[in-house]
């Protein structure tokens, strides 16, 4: 019997290095952060490349962030609402996705870092959504262990807005762990 070898995805050296340098800074501070978007997919492997460093967390935990890093000469900290560049897909129907968070961002070399505070979402006309809420899941990345946003949450995320095909590279991803491909969360 043939045995498969594990399936792994490169994460760009520069953006491995920003979230190492954050994670210096962040890890032991008291402050509840997690790693998201597609760097926190990918360390999770699913198949995607991610460009930069998103870090979600709470109103307060931005406003710490936001002086923890002050050497990085992040920009102002400010409620920000925009239209996210994919919409949602509601009963076959494109529907405008907006966002909302307490948001600032700053670079670490050429790597750009998004901090959303409170971050929530609203569909076409409905209601704002609740701020994600969530306990991380943790990796172990060279000796430091990175907050990631749960898989899962993103995955059922993706199913309401009916984003089909990152919903699919998660499931991808998860049957793969559950089938011992490669180790799982802390």
């Not at 406003?63 to 897909?89: G, N, T, W, Y």
């Not at 943790?138 to 262990?145: D, Y």
């Not at 049957?175 to 969360?185: L, T």
């Amino acid at each position: 019997m043939e045995r498969k070898l594990p399936t792994f995805y490169v994460i760009p050296k520069p953006v491995m290095d920003a979230v190492y340098a954050v994670s210096l800074k962040l890890n032991n501070s008291g402050v509840k952060w997690a790693v998201g978007g597609d760097l926190g997919q990918a360390f999770r492997n699913v198949e995607v490349t991610p460009s930069n460093v998103e870090i979600i967390t709470d109103k307060a935990g931005s406003e710490m962030i936001h002086s923890i890093v002050s050497d990085f000469s992040p920009s102002e900290m400010k409620l920000v609402e925009r239209r996210e560049p994919r919409d949602a897909k509601i009963e076959g129907k494109e529907i405008p996705l907006h966002s909302q968070s307490y948001f600032f961002d700053f670079k670490v070399g050429k790597v750009p870092v998004l901090v959303h505070g409170n971050l929530r979402y609203k569909v076409g006309e409905w209601e704002w959504g609740d701020a994600l809420e969530f306990d991380p899941e943790t990796i172990n990345m060279v000796g430091k262990r990175i907050p990631v946003v749960p898989i899962v949450l993103m995955r059922d995320l993706y199913k309401g807005l009916g984003w089909y095909d990152r919903m699919r590279l998660i499931a991808d991803a998860l049957s793969r762990q559950q089938f011992g491909e490669y180790g799982g969360v802390e």
